[in-house]
């Protein structure tokens, strides 16, 4: 069976522009979501956030939190993809 | 990142659905009603209406909620029985359109586009109820939208019934005229088999085989645009290296199956089947398997050496996919379905691809002729021939063909059919018109082939 752990991957790419980090980080600080890693790049022309959270002591599940952040993306014009880890892992790794 | 995955790997993921249409092609869930027998149509339909919603009720729910937890889509949510002939044998043809209206009721209940199992298995002989299933097939498929029907007429064990090719060719003629309205769409529901897979999830020849489990999970993978982008990175590459490089992107397009899979199984309570390796296009531009044939190095698809280059494409896939996964079945090939392949069409448009070079390239690929459509005045003889000719090749090479063929009513070569969503339009192909009429009429059954002497 996977291993259904608690981290949860945030995807976001579109235009940069002031308080994409702010916005999103305040979401995750109200459902109690630890942030474990953040980090920036430039895909194909696009600004992009990956973001590593914990859900553990989260007060959404996941489709919940998939649900807030795609409406926000979408009133700041952004794609925002909320994943579970284990996507990426059984796609890169034999477990 | 901290979690074992690089920053370069979560964006390959992420390029991958977003970009190049990776997805899950489709969780079929396979259904037995061997137990839901009843004295007439009505009593078998409803019990068998009973079983599918309650064995199937979560199975949308369950894969939506898998597609936004992992960020994957889900294309399709499709169920599969046991081929409904051995259950309803012995009844006649009008308890079969019963039992297929019962069948449609309990996929639009569950909320599934398509259901597989409308079947019977005569590679040898027909049975009553074979026959009477039969007869039933062309009134099934134009009066329900999401029955699926298909015929195993040939095994490599058995040889080729004729009998049944040559009523094939008469029931896919019913079937578009039936249907005759909406450019014979019967026939896009309906697969001649040699050599069926009795775990295959895909439609619509999906259906829940006799040596499977009460229930069962089976997933059908995708992905031509993955495999695409990937052969449009290295245009001059050595053919070796490129196979590694299709393996290295089969493997992680399965992976992903792997996981829908397990995770569809576990939380439905159901034993997980298998994954089924097939890449499947969709009409969808880039999500083409012509189009890899294309990067490989050829002008258009069904140019000569596209059989080579399809070979080694398939083998490649399912080398990088048997890795990836702990259970590989179904059909597992590349599938070439013209109407649903953007790429096939343009190739058939500019007249680089007949019939024969698909013919052809079924030799060394999954499924067959896959949603051709000809021209409606082709007699039902040239139908059957076409399908055994399709048999022929499965039953000498030891794997399944098929044939999904549609003869528009009313429409010549030149015309084109739109039979509208996933099913896709294509233009009407070009058949080879002299006659085979006489050998048709002989019936009877091709003897099994030899097992040794394999040249």
């Known amino acids: 069976m996977p291993d259904e752990g608690t981290r949860v991957i945030i995807t976001v790419l579109g235009y940069d522009q002031v308080g994409i980090i702010a916005a999103i980080a305040s979401i995750l600080a109200d459902a109690r979501i630890n942030i474990l890693d953040i980090s920036q790049t430039i895909l194909q022309g696009f600004f992009t956030m990956i973001m590593v959270v914990d859900m553990v002591e989260s007060s959404l599940d996941t489709l919940q939190l998939s649900d807030i952040l795609s409406s926000k993306g979408q009133e700041m014009n952004l794609s925002i993809m909320v994943q579970h880890e284990d996507i990426f892992k059984y796609m890169h790794r034999i477990g | 990142m901290s979690f074992g995955i690089t920053k370069e790997e979560i964006l390959e993921t992420v390029t991958m659905v977003q970009v190049e249409k990776l997805d899950i092609r489709t969780i079929t869930m396979g259904i037995n009603i061997q137990d839901c027998r009843g004295n007439d149509g009505k009593a078998t339909g409803i019990k068998i209406y009973d079983k599918i919603v309650k064995s199937a009720s979560n199975l949308v729910k369950v894969g939506e909620d898998i597609e936004k937890e992992y960020g994957i889509p889900i294309i399709n949510k499709r169920i599969s029985v046991t081929p409904v002939s051995m259950i309803a044998d012995g009844l006649n043809a009008e308890d079969m359109v ?10 639009a209940e569950v909320g599934v586009n398509f259901l597989g199992g409308f079947s019977a298995l005569v590679h040898k002989g027909f049975t009553r109820g074979d026959l009477a299933l039969i007869q039933a097939i062309p009134e099934v498929l134009a009066s329900t939208a999401r029955v699926c029907s298909s015929i195993n007429v040939a095994t490599t064990k058995a040889g080729i019934n004729m009998d049944a090719v040559s009523q094939m060719g008469v029931i896919i003629k019913q079937s578009a005229e039936k249907t005759a309205d909406r450019d014979g769409l019967a026939c896009a529901k309906l697969v001649i088999f040699c050599n069926a897979a009795e775990d295959n999830p895909f439609m619509a020849g999906a259906f829940h085989g006799v040596g499977e489990p009460e229930c069962t999970i089976n997933v059908g993978v995708s992905g031509p645009g993955v495999v695409l982008n990937a052969v449009k990175k290295h245009p001059d590459m050595e053919l070796g290296q490129l196979a590694n490089v299709i393996k290295n992107t089969a493997f ?12 569809a199984s576990q939380r439905l309570g159901v034993p997980f089947g298998i994954v089924d390796l097939s890449l499947a296009p969709t009409p969808a531009i880039g999500d083409s398997v012509a189009d890899i044939l294309e990067s490989m190095g050829l002008e258009k698809a069904g140019a000569h050496g596209t059989t080579a280059c399809l070979a080694m494409l398939n083998d490649a896939v399912k080398k990088g996919g048997a890795m990836a996964s702990s259970y590989v079945g179904g059909l597992s090939g590349a599938f070439i379905p013209v109407s649903e392949d953007q790429g096939m069409i343009n190739a058939v448009k500019a007249g680089a691809l007949s019939l024969e070079k698909l013919e052809a390239m079924t030799c060394v690929c999954s499924v067959g002729l896959d949603m051709i459509a000809i021209p409606g005045d082709t007699p039902a003889e040239i139908i059957s021939a076409i399908i055994a000719d399709e048999a022929a090749i499965g039953m000498i090479n030891r794997k399944t063909t098929a044939v999904r063929i549609i003869p528009v009513p009313g429409k010549n070569v030149g015309d ?13 192909m070009a058949v080879n018109r002299f006659s085979p009429a006489r050998f048709i009429q002989r019936k009877g059954r091709i003897p099994a082939p030899i097992h040794s002497l394999n040249n």
């Open chain 2, 416 to 428: 084109w059919v739109e039979f509208g969503g996933l099913l896709g339009h294509a233009p009407i």
């Open chain 2, 252 to 263: 992680k397009i399965t992976r992903t199956g792997e996981l829908v899979a397990r995770v």
């Open chain 2, 98 to 107: 019963t039992i297929g209206r019962y069948l449609d009721q309990a996929a």
